[in-house]
């Protein structure tokens, strides 16, 4: 399922509506480490592996389309 996925920075939380999720996240957007947070955070609540989760677009934008793959 995909889901368009808002980021706040300098926050720890998870908010879902629907297909929307809105996240803070704590690191910092440099050399890809808050979208690995994004996925780890994603993965947690879902009970899934991170492989099943992947950012399908907005990779360097704060508005992202995230897929996960449930099983």
Do not use: W
């Amino acid at each position: 399922m995909r889901y368009e996925v808002e980021v706040r920075f300098h926050r720890d939380f998870i908010e879902v509506r629907g297909n929307r999720i809105i996240i803070g996240l704590t690191s910092r957007p440099e050399r890809g480490r808050a979208n690995r947070e994004l996925i780890r955070k994603l993965a947690k609540p879902f009970n899934l592996p991170q492989s099943h989760v992947r950012i399908v677009s907005g990779v360097k934008s704060r508005k992202k389309v995230v897929e996960i793959i449930e099983e």
